[in-house]
């Protein structure tokens, strides 16, 4: 089966680092999406990643182990901006189609 | 001007009444999706096309149909609503050789009485 977990909900203060993890258990694997989604807007895409390791964004990396189904979204000097939902997604097998985890709404305090 | 384009951006209907979203990209995209969204269960893929002759159902599709009327345009339709399909509706493209990331919509949220 498909099975993509993450936590609901996470709360950070304003200038600290947070991170969401995201596990997955799919029928093929060839990449794994994160995307922002700001209450009632549209998902707007932050990093893919299909190789092992981290890759680096400005103050948003994100880290993939394909061999533990295991990726996670590290979000440094947190911003009040930065209160969210954060969508985990993997791409199975040779096409397009994503399937989406549930999503981690990040609250940001002052 | 917006890459993606929903509309209507709001609808409100009544149950057993047909209603059609429509979705219009200018990112020159082969790719189309549609999702629905409702709390605590994430993006749903219902229909997804790759180009203007291939339709596929997704993992939601009971319900619902899809027109690809042109590369830029891709409509989903509701022939009978019914109250459980009261969700946030987001289109989405993505293009074959630019690679797998998709750009969404600005959503249309649907409510059906």
């Known amino acids: 089966g498909q099975n993509i977990d993450q936590p609901t909900e996470m709360t950070a203060t304003e200038g600290a680092i947070v991170q969401i993890n995201c596990t997955y258990q799919t029928s093929g694997f060839n990449g794994l999406f994160w995307y922002q989604q700001h209450a009632g807007e549209a998902p707007t895409f932050l990093s893919y990643?299909?190789?092992?390791g981290l890759e680096e964004k400005g103050r948003f990396s994100s880290f993939l182990s394909r061999s533990k189904g295991y990726s996670y979204l590290l979000l440094k000097e947190l911003q009040m901006k930065d209160s969210a939902s954060y969508l985990c997604a993997v791409r199975g097998g040779n096409t397009d189609k994503l399937i989406f985890g549930t999503g981690t709404r990040l609250q940001v305090f002052p | 001007d917006a890459d993606v384009t929903q509309t209507p951006r709001n609808r409100i209907t009544k149950t057993g009444k047909r209603i059609m979203l429509e979705c219009s990209q200018t990112?020159?995209?082969?790719?189309m999706y549609w999702y629905r969204q409702d709390p605590g269960l994430g993006l749903r893929l219902i229909y997804y096309s790759f180009d203007v002759k291939d339709i596929n159902k997704g993992e939601i599709s009971d319900g619902y149909s899809v027109s690809r009327q042109a590369q830029a345009k891709f409509s989903l339709s509701l022939e009978s609503a019914i109250p459980n399909q009261t969700a946030l509706y987001f289109c989405?493209?993505?293009?074959?050789?630019?690679?797998?990331?998709?750009?969404f919509g600005p959503g249309t949220r649907l409510l059906v009485l």
């Open positions: 990112k020159g995209h082969d790719r």
């Open positions: 989405a493209t993505s293009d074959f050789l630019g690679g797998p990331t998709q750009y």
């Open positions: 990643n299909v190789l092992d």
